[in-house]
């Protein structure tokens, strides 16, 4: 695979002098201003990686985001999607109404774990865990 050359403008280069200098960033993203900015000196990929301590994988990732979608692609990362929810609105409420019942017999108050098991019984969904229960009924109060 061929190495992307980079070029920068003066205005991106001011940018990620200043992003750099800010200190309002993550590590990870003033690491892939530094490699945006060594890639414009023309510098190869192994001598970036040993100057900033990144791997040689990193700088060709970074050159390749940078060649193909410009500067926001090489800083930062997209949005990850994350898990898909156990529980839906209707869901979530026949748990809070459930928490706010009488508890069963032999229990002096509902627990997290018993809630658990009631959403399982009442087909809520197939599994789910108390930490679940937790931040579900946590987001009422």
């Given at each position: 695979?061929?190495?992307?050359?980079?070029?920068?403008?003066?205005?991106?280069?001011?940018?990620?002098k200043e992003l750099i200098?800010?200190?309002?960033?993550?590590?990870?993203?003033?690491?892939?201003?530094?490699?945006?900015?060594?890639?414009?000196?023309?510098?190869?990929?192994?001598?970036?990686?040993?100057?900033?301590?990144?791997?040689?994988?990193?700088?060709?990732?970074?050159?390749?985001?940078?060649?193909?979608?410009?500067?926001?692609?090489?800083?930062?990362?997209?949005?990850?999607?994350?898990?898909?929810?156990?529980?839906?609105?209707?869901?979530?409420?026949?748990?809070?109404?459930?928490?706010?019942?009488?508890?069963?017999?032999?229990?002096?108050?509902?627990?997290?774990?018993l809630l658990a098991d009631?959403?399982?019984?009442?087909?809520?969904?197939?599994?789910?865990?108390?930490?679940?229960?937790?931040?579900?009924?946590?987001?009422?109060?």
């Amino acid at each position: 695979m061929r190495k992307q050359t980079i070029t920068l403008n003066d205005a991106d280069k001011t940018h990620l002098k200043e992003l750099i200098s800010s200190g309002n960033h993550s590590a990870r993203v003033i690491t892939r201003a530094r490699i945006l900015l060594k890639a414009d000196e023309q510098l190869g990929d192994e001598g970036i990686a040993q100057a900033l301590d990144a791997g040689i994988a990193t700088v060709g990732r970074i050159r390749r985001r940078y060649s193909q979608g410009g500067l926001e692609l090489a800083l930062y990362d997209l949005p990850r999607p994350g898990a898909i929810k156990k529980l839906d609105p209707k869901a979530e409420a026949l748990v809070i109404a459930t928490a706010c019942s009488p508890a069963p017999s032999g229990h002096s108050h509902w627990t997290l774990r018993l809630l658990a098991d009631r959403s399982v019984e009442l087909g809520l969904a197939e599994e789910i865990s108390y930490e679940t229960i937790r931040r579900t009924l946590k987001k009422t109060i």
